[in-house]
T-cell receptor
Framework: SQQGEEDPQALSIQEGENATMNCSYKTSINNLQWYRQNSGRGLVHLILIRSNEREKHSGRLRVTLDTSKKSSSLLITASRAADTASYFC??????????FGPGTSLSVIP | KAGVTQTPRYLIKTRGQQVTLSCSPI?????VSWYQQTPGQGLQFLFEYFSETQRNKGNFPGRFSGRQFSNSRSEMNVSTLELGDSALYLC?????????????FGEGSRLTVL
């Protein structure tokens, strides 16, 4: 079964608004990563947060990790139409399997 | 630096046939992972190879197999194809030498089984 579960499954917002996606997981992890996928393409790595980190920033992206709740969130600020894509969280376990959640489909309306 | 190259990009097969997909990693990457992506099941982990050895394996039947060559290029094979094998097969490579860094994905091989 999949390790990560994203929430919501789909999100539609207006350009300029912030988008927040959540990821929950079940077992201990070494790190958690977020990826983006444009329709029918390969995935692109966005950001990695280690199990001993609580927050990380990269440009308009902000990721938080709460290991006590086994959850992470990805915030995209000031969204753009080009941010329309599917976003996946991926957990890396101590045995190094990288398991992806089902993803959140984000639509940013111009 | 060239990215991850997957071939072929698109292919159509019929039930019962077999297929081989290829993945050439980024130079220096020794880890190659394969994923199956379908609308219903999402991204499912197939297997990971590191230095020619299978390091991890997902829950797929024995019809799905793979290998890695000394130059780190990897192939996966699916025998006795079924309709449900229609999917986007993604290869991801990384420099995961005992570490857990980011994965670099190819554009995928889209397999249609008729």
């Amino acid at each position: 079964s999949q390790q990560g579960e994203e929430d919501p499954q789909a999100l539609s917002i207006q350009e300029g608004e912030n988008a927040t996606m959540n990821c929950s997981y079940k077992t201990s992890i070494n790190n958690l990563q977020w990826y983006r996928q444009n329709s029918g393409r390969g995935l692109v790595h966005l950001i990695l947060i280690r199990s001993n980190e609580r927050e990380k920033h990269s440009g308009r992206l902000r990721v938080t990790l709460d290991t006590s709740k086994k959850s992470s969130s990805l915030l995209i600020t000031a969204s753009r139409a080009a941010d329309t894509a599917s976003y996946f969280c991926a957990t890396v376990s101590p045995y190094d399997k990288v398991i992806f959640g089902p993803g959140t489909s984000l639509s940013v309306i111009p | 630096k060239a990215g991850v190259t997957q071939t072929p990009r698109y292919l159509i097969k019929t039930r019962g046939q077999q297929v081989t997909l290829s993945c050439s990693p980024i130079s220096g990457h020794r880890s190659v992972s394969w994923y199956q992506q379908t609308p219903g099941q999402g991204l499912q982990f197939l297997f990971e190879y590191f230095s020619e050895t299978q390091r991890n394996k997902g829950n797929f039947p024995g019809r799905f197999s793979g290998r890695q060559f000394s130059n780190s290029r990897s192939e996966m094979n699916v025998s006795t194809l079924e309709l449900g094998d229609s999917a986007l097969y993604l290869c991801a490579t990384g420099s995961r030498d005992g570490g857990t860094g980011e994965l670099f994905f190819g554009e995928g091989s889209r397999l249609t089984v008729l």
